[in-house]
């Protein structure tokens, strides 16, 4: 089903090239623009998009005000801040308003399209240009983005032992895989389950299939 796209930036051009972008992705469709927060509210409540693509830094209304209102009045609008912004405030502030997802401008494209992908199935994205910033402010942040701050804080090679794990492969055939001793599977694996506070297998599997990391 295609979902409906509204892009909140001052500047045009920046909203011309998300344009051109979406419109190569066949389920996204842009169904308007605005130019400032004040506007962008206007128009989530007359076009009734899916999702907003929202600039913090705007005239008039910032968007982090805008994201507020929209979410107060009409709460299954999905928003993702898309800012140049990497401040603990910044991000902090975001998610209190009710932001479902944050986005850098010097993201590439396929960032922006997975954090769409993943916020348009409920689930909250976070860059991971600003997850050292919200590690270190960690018990500060809402429960909207709690979830992706536990992902923030997985190496690369734990995350890889995670999905394997809740595949359903056993730890001499995840070493196999990796080209890693059982030992530092084990290792891995340790960490990776106190990391995300999980004391059991399924707890793991649950969380694997919720971030969409395995398939059910």
């Not at 991000?91 to 401008?105: I, P, R, S």
């Not at 010097?106 to 997975?114: I, M, R, Y």
């Not at 997850?131 to 500060?140: P, S």
């Not at 909207?144 to 055939?173: D, F, I, Q, Y």
Request: aromatic share 6%; proline share 2%.
């Amino acid at each position: 089903m295609t979902k409906k796209i509204l892009i909140a930036d001052d500047f045009p051009i920046f909203r011309d090239g998300l344009r051109a972008l979406l419109s190569n992705v066949s389920n996204l469709e842009v169904i308007g623009e605005a130019e400032n927060g004040n506007i962008a509210v206007k128009k989530a409540s007359q076009l009734k998009p899916d999702l907003i693509l929202m600039d913090l830094t705007m005239p008039i209304m910032n968007g982090t005000e805008a994201i507020r209102i929209i979410k107060q009045r009409q709460p299954a609008i999905r928003i993702i801040a898309f800012t140049e912004h990497k401040s603990h405030d910044h991000v902090q502030a975001a998610f209190e308003a009710g932001a479902n997802g944050y986005v850098l401008k010097d993201d590439t494209s396929d960032s922006l399209l997975a954090a769409i992908n993943s916020v348009i199935s409920d689930q909250v994205y976070i860059t991971p240009g600003v997850c050292e910033t919200i590690l270190g402010g960690f018990l500060g942040f809402s429960e909207n983005a709690r979830s992706a701050v536990s992902w923030c804080r997985l190496t690369v090679r734990e995350r890889e032992v995670m999905k394997l794990v809740a595949e359903g492969h056993k730890n001499r055939e995840i070493a196999v895989h990796l080209s890693l001793s059982i030992k530092t599977i084990e290792k891995h694996r340790s960490n990776l389950m106190s990391k995300l506070n999980f004391s059991s297998v399924s707890e793991l599997m649950s969380y694997a299939i919720e971030h969409s990391l395995v398939s059910i």
